[in-house]
């Protein structure tokens, strides 16, 4: 016993040492440049709702997609660590860390201590966990509660007598998981099946899990009424994906998260792949695991429920976080079970080269020598190097940002005078802007979900009246206006001056002109074989520099158009580049050429933003382009050529 004990206190000191570097080492992946990013437009949600009373925050969820817990909690967690962006994400970076120390205990019960380390390694790397624990909302906590919940279940499946803790932690974390998030309807199920799978169809053991499950559901019932109303008669647009379109893509998230296009993942995609389904044999044998079978079904059930439900976006993706530990475990297995036959195969190699054959004696030599490291080594590096560029994309990659709102209020804060106002066009923009400016002085959020054209119609005459220049946020507003009607009510009745991406965001910028506009000389000027301008109006007299000059067109086209073309307006002089422009398709794309009758009259109301253009006397020229070519249609005046740009007039900015 003597000699027995300083091995195992030994084998301890080093077990807890390995899950110590894995937690620590998935603490420092998820807390690099944990507030680099500005709040995108969920997060600005999450921050601002946790700003709230409980009573104002349970009210709130019982209107939206998730239910309070979250928010709840974060309200608790930002009044100790405050409301920062790293404070505000900091909540589901704990969240996550403990999810890779359940998957670490989960490993140990189905697969061992090796395949336990491979799995929660990989979790700890994982591009997809690490994303979402950099996220204020509540995936990375929906996923914590599922992998305790399944620790606890596999306990209870185990035991013959009933483990009080198990059963206490099954019930809360079940409990928690459909306070947390609805999608965790699609864990419950998947542990059912893994529950026959665990038990052998014990009727102590399926009685038993009846029974706390029963208890867990009885804690949610206050919210069930709510929760089917909202999951029921929530609308939102899911265009149609074919279905090995969306099974590469839950593959593509799992493996890489969405940090790397689809053509580069596929070499990791395959790997991951090859080596789960190695990970589902049993030890020393080609037959099924039942650990790993069970283990298979908690990651695809969940998927396969989205897919039946017609549920699948590329938005809803992030519910699958709950399938990635379940996921890793198989793949660390596979990792673990491989290691053996690749150091079996270097022994074998190097044996051959020395001409030392007793190194490869026995078969389960490479497992006693420093060789089996070897190919431990080998595969470790390999999921290195597949997931690497993903976290570099995720760190440091703009093209892979998230929404910055932070940048967009800078832009409109620097750029609005007084009197202008910001309008926003999607659902709780609001929030998130307003996180970065608390002033909410003349921001006006739309109505939606649905929107009452009448109402929205007097906001926004209301607001073109009171304002000359709007800052306009368009992010996901098809889902709050479907037919885009307040988008075209800003384009007839407002000048669209100018326009650009941020992110995901589209800023635009309308100008209200409140006095008449003056005609231009140039009325019936042709561009192209068939393209003439009916008439052109714009303001006259002078304007400052940051003013948006409003311009008012007339086309018509004596022929059906085959191509598009897009219409632009320089400033500046017929012999230089411009020095502010805009250019956009008729109405800004509402109606394009390819849609224009023969002798039909189109109303294209725009503007140019003449931002830092400095003082003096600018010509306003105009024209059209073919939108694939860029090739300028030529214009004809009073049946003279008159170049590619028409002279509409001269402005004097101060």
Not at 423 to 433: D, G, I, K, T
Not at 568 to 583: E, K, T
Request: aromatic share 10%; net charge positive; proline share 5%.
């Amino acid at each position: 016993m003597s000699n027995l004990r300083p091995s195992r206190l030994a084998l301890r000191a080093r077990t807890w040492l390995v899950l110590a570097l894995l937690l620590l080492t998935a603490a420092l992946l998820r807390a690099h440049r944990l507030g680099a990013q500005s709040l995108w437009y969920d997060e600005g949600n999450s921050a601002r709702i946790a700003e709230r009373s409980v009573h104002l925050i349970v009210e709130g969820a019982a209107g939206d997609i998730h239910p309070p817990l979250y928010y709840l909690a974060l309200k608790v967690w930002r009044s100790w660590f405050g409301d920062s962006e790293a404070a505000l994400r900091a909540l589901s970076l704990m969240c996550s860390v403990l999810t890779v120390a359940l998957t670490w205990i989960i490993g140990r019960q189905w697969f061992g201590a090796s395949a336990a380390t491979w799995g929660a390694g990989l979790l700890a790397f994982a591009p997809f966990a690490v994303y979402y624990a950099q996220e204020a909302r509540m995936y990375a906590m929906l996923s914590m509660w599922a992998t305790a919940s399944t620790a606890a279940l596999y306990s209870l499946a185990k035991c013959p007598k009933l483990p009080v803790g198990a059963a206490a932690l099954y019930v809360l974390a079940s409990a928690a998981g459909l306070w947390t998030q609805y999608g965790y309807a699609f864990v419950m199920i998947a542990q059912a099946a893994a529950m026959v799978v665990w038990s052998r169809l014990h009727w102590v053991c399926l009685m038993r899990y009846g029974l706390l499950t029963t208890l867990s559901l009885v804690l949610f019932a206050p919210w069930a009424p709510i929760a089917l109303r909202q999951v029921v008669g929530w609308q939102v647009d899911r265009p149609h994906v074919a279905l090995g379109d969306a099974l590469l893509e839950i593959a593509r998230a799992w493996v890489v998260g969405r940090m790397v296009p689809a053509q580069e993942a596929a070499l990791p995609m395959m790997m991951f792949g090859c080596v789960a389904l190695f990970g589902l044999k049993a030890r020393d044998t080609w037959r099924l695991s039942g650990d790993a079978l069970a283990a298979a079904g908690l990651v695809l059930i969940p998927a396969a429920l989205l897919l039946l439900a017609n549920a699948y976006r590329e938005a809803y993706l992030k519910v699958l976080l709950v399938s990635l530990p379940p996921l890793c475990l198989l793949v660390g297995n596979g990792m673990d079970r491989l290691a053996h036959p690749i150091a079996a195969v270097i022994v074998r190699a190097l044996a051959a080269l020395t001409h030392a054959p007793t190194l490869a004696v026995h078969h389960h030599a490479p497992s006693r020598l420093p060789f089996r490291r070897i190919g431990a080594l080998g595969l470790a590096l390999a999921t290195a190097w597949s997931l690497t560029p993903a976290l570099r994309n995720l760190y440091d990659n703009p093209a892979y940002a998230r929404d910055d709102y932070r940048s967009i209020q800078r832009f409109v804060s620097a750029n609005a005078r007084p009197d202008d106002a910001v309008l926003f066009l999607a659902p709780n923009q609001w929030e998130v802007y307003t996180y970065y400016q608390r002033d909410d002085h003349n921001l006006y959020p739309l109505l939606y979900r649905p929107p009452r054209y009448e109402e929205v119609t007097a906001l926004l005459e209301s607001i073109a009246a009171r304002h000359r220049r709007l800052f306009v946020l368009f992010y996901a507003e098809r889902e709050a206006d479907p037919d885009g009607w307040q988008e075209q009510w800003l384009n007839s009745n407002m000048h669209k001056a100018h326009e650009r991406w941020m992110g995901n965001v589209r800023v635009a910028v309308f100008a209200a002109h409140h006095s008449a506009l003056k005609p231009t000389c140039c009325a019936g000027a042709r561009f192209g074989d068939h393209i003439r301008l009916a008439s052109a109006q714009m303001q006259g007299g002078l304007l400052h520099s940051g003013d948006a000059l409003p311009i008012a067109l007339s086309w018509i086209s004596d022929a059906p158009l085959d191509r598009r073309y897009k219409v632009f307006v320089h400033i500046g002089s017929s012999d230089s580049a411009p020095l502010a422009q805009f250019d956009s398709e008729p109405t800004h794309g509402l109606r394009p050429t390819t849609t224009w009758q023969a002798g039909e009259l189109i109303h294209d109301r725009r503007g140019v933003w003449l931002r830092d253009l400095p003082p003096g006397r600018y010509e306003v020229l105009l024209g059209l382009y073919e939108a694939d070519t860029g090739e300028r249609l030529s214009v004809t005046l009073e049946g003279r050529p008159a170049g590619d740009r028409l002279r509409l007039g001269t402005i004097e900015v101060r």
